[in-house]
């Protein structure tokens, strides 16, 4: 897990507990923005790649996988 994963998800925590429950706006403002990235990088994230192949016998499937480029 990353920083900004770790970022992200405190600042949903404490935005709520703080916040939500606990009256900061402050909190309240971070949480939220907080929730905008989540929702950010979800939308963001690829969607897995499904092939279906229908194999004789004999035949053989090889499968790699290669790291994104961006990575």
Do not use: C, N, Y
Request: charged share 25%; proline share 4%; glycine share 14%.
């Amino acid at each position: 897990m990353g920083l900004l994963d770790r970022a992200v998800r405190a600042g949903i925590r404490h935005g709520l507990r703080k916040g939500l429950l606990g009256g900061s706006q402050v909190w309240m403002g971070l949480g939220a923005v907080a929730l905008g990235i989540r929702a950010v990088q979800r939308l963001r994230a690829r969607d897995p790649v499904v092939v279906t192949e229908r194999l004789e016998p004999g035949q053989t499937l090889i499968v790699r996988h290669f790291a994104p480029a961006d990575e």
